[in-house]
């Protein structure tokens, strides 16, 4: 379950608050995954479906994990106390990535 979000767009955007700046397709695509997201029970539930591609952080980012939006969007977030904590959407072609 989503508990905290890192940022104010992904969180507006998760009460279905219109974000001006996210096309529709990106739009529908990050809400899908946020759904999933909020649906996980555990970590290993967001193995499926595969084109999630659950990623692991080690080092500084130790703790943090991404899906897959797209090919250039990630939903970043913390898995603590088996929940999503400090969610955000991130375009990973825009300087000063958490990864």
């Known amino acids: 379950m989503i508990r905290s979000f890192l940022d104010r767009d992904t969180e507006r955007f998760a009460a279905r608050q219109q ?13 899908r995954k946020l ?14 479906p595969s084109g999630s ?4 952080f080690e080092g500084n980012h130790q ?3 991404a899906i897959r939006v797209t ?9 603590e106390g088996g ?3 400090h ?3 991130v375009d990973e ?7």
């Open 63 to 65: 703790g943090q994990h």
């Open 83 to 85: 929940n999503a904590n």
């Open 93 to 99: 072609h825009e300087p000063g990535l958490p990864g």
């Open 19 to 31: 974000v001006e700046k996210w096309s529709p397709e990106r739009s529908q695509a990050a809400f």
């Open 35 to 48: 759904r999933v997201l909020d649906a996980a029970e555990v970590l290993a539930d967001l193995r499926v």
């Open 53 to 56: 591609r659950l990623e692991g």
């Open 71 to 79: 090919d250039q969007w990630r939903i970043y977030f913390r898995w």
């Open 87 to 89: 969610v955000e959407i």
